[in-house]
């Protein structure tokens, strides 16, 4: 079992860092029966198979397709991934924080977006002789990346013949129904199967963002190790001291008490970019309702924003620090990057700049990380940090189920619905309607 690698410093969200806009240090003992009770139910329905993704580091058979679906298509240099939302966006977080050196095999990813533009610059690259199409939908009826694999399948037909298409597509959709696996079935494509019981924006732990990443050689087996690591220690100690727990509720009182409704994810790592934007879909899909559980109009939720330190203390940084309070900023800081360079003593021959001779690029980072957490706390604007050892494949997949368990538990707190996307489907609807009546 990897040793938990998640820690969590609530410090600068509490009162005695930043007065009236923090929470009282008792914060956590007040709401422990609050929390257990929220854990109980994720547990319930994870027993009871209601929702499936806290089960998903367990899943022997979908590793063993998945592995098995890698090796036929070993032959392929690229796998183009098709998907949209929690089909897309974990997977090129992940491939962006661990893609191997020197692979010889290559993600790239469309179908997020209907704008051609964008698509002419992923095909002009493309050799479709040497790829693979993963078109990922579990319905097989959402527009986008359908639209983008029914133009690509015409591509595909017309270059490689209609006798040889399908031998360069794998399906990853529902195990039994929709258009998709009609259209799989028919045509003879690879399938894998999305599970039932787990919603998209949950489902970068099963073959929707397994298989790319395995097809890319990062190791699967340990995303799910850390995952599971992360989830036995979530369910082995007291709620109110796990680190996701703790998030969860500090968000949550953040929003509710405080008014401080927006909540800015800012990873001291570029390799993480592309985490802030997996959490910031599935924070704000999850928890932005209209209607409890009980069916009282409340509309609830917090807005998520994707930020990169150190960039964005050059962009966005000065609105946190002295524009309106009413936001909460995380950050992920990193305790060893894979590379390091040391800054020339040359340096001191630029007075400004003196101070930074001899000094390396992780000190740098670091301390930008903690005078930005410092420079809020001043102020009076909460923050909290993230501490992950290093970016690797066992911290990838505990990062993931950190957010993951922290948003259903948020969804708790709040008494919504956290698994659906009413939303969401109003504005499938209405495109629809458009669509329909134009010529």
């Excluded at 930043?18 to 240090?25: E, F, N, T």
Aim: hydrophobic fraction near 40%; glycine fraction near 8%; aromatic fraction near 8%.
């Amino acid at each position: 079992m990897i040793k938990q690698m998640i820690s969590y410093d609530s410090s600068n969200m509490l009162r005695s860092a930043v007065g009236i806009y923090g929470a009282d240090k008792s914060v956590f003992r007040k709401n422990a029966v609050r929390l257990n009770k929220a854990r109980k139910e994720l547990e319930k329905e994870w027993k009871t198979e209601q929702q499936g993704w806290l089960g998903c580091p367990d899943s022997t058979e979908d590793i063993k397709a998945i592995k098995a679906a890698v090796k036929k298509c070993a032959g392929f240099k690229t796998c183009l991934v098709l998907g949209i939302g929690g089909s897309d966006l974990g997977a090129r977080a992940a491939y962006q924080a661990l893609k191997p050196k020197n692979s010889a095999k290559n993600l790239i990813f469309a179908g997020a977006n209907t704008d051609p533009d964008e698509l002419a610059g992923v095909l002009d690259k493309l050799d479709l002789k040497t790829t693979l199409v993963d078109i990922i939908s579990k319905s097989g009826n959402t527009i986008e990346p359908m639209a983008t694999f029914l133009i690509v399948r015409e591509l595909m037909m017309k270059r490689l013949g209609k006798e040889n298409f399908a031998s360069q597509i794998i399906a990853t959709t529902d195990r039994s129904s929709g258009a998709l696996r009609e259209l799989a079935d028919k045509e003879g494509y690879l399938t894998l199967s999305v599970p039932e019981n787990i919603g998209g924006r949950f489902s970068v732990l099963t073959p929707v963002g397994l298989f790319p990443l395995a097809f890319a050689g990062i190791d699967i087996s340990k995303m799910l190790a850390g995952a599971k690591d992360f989830r036995e220690g979530f369910f082995r100690e007291k709620p109110e001291n796990n680190p996701a727990a703790q998030f969860a509720l500090l968000q949550y009182l953040a929003d509710t008490e405080r008014r401080q409704n927006i909540h800015v994810l800012m990873p001291y790592a570029q390799a993480l970019s592309g985490m802030s934007s997996w959490y910031r879909q599935i924070w704000a899909e999850s928890l932005g309702k209209k209607h409890s559980v009980d069916g009282e109009t409340v509309h609830v939720g917090s807005t998520p924003i994707a930020a990169l330190g150190a960039t964005d203390q050059h962009s966005q940084i000065q609105l946190y620090n002295e524009g309106p309070n009413n936001k909460t900023v995380t950050f992920i800081e990193i305790g060893k990057f894979a590379h390091d360079y040391k800054i020339p003593l040359s340096a001191k021959m630029i007075k400004p700049l003196a101070y930074v001779a001899g000094k390396t690029l992780q000190q740098i980072i670091k301390a930008e990380r903690q005078a930005t957490a410092a420079s809020l706390a001043d102020s009076k604007r909460p923050n909290s940090t993230i501490h992950i050892p290093e970016i690797s494949a066992g911290t990838i997949g505990g990062l993931f189920m950190f957010f993951e368990i922290a948003t259903a538990l948020a969804g708790k707190l709040y008494g919504i619905n956290p698994y659906d996307q009413p939303g969401v489907e109003a504005g499938k609807q209405a495109m629809e309607k458009i669509l329909k009546r134009e010529p």
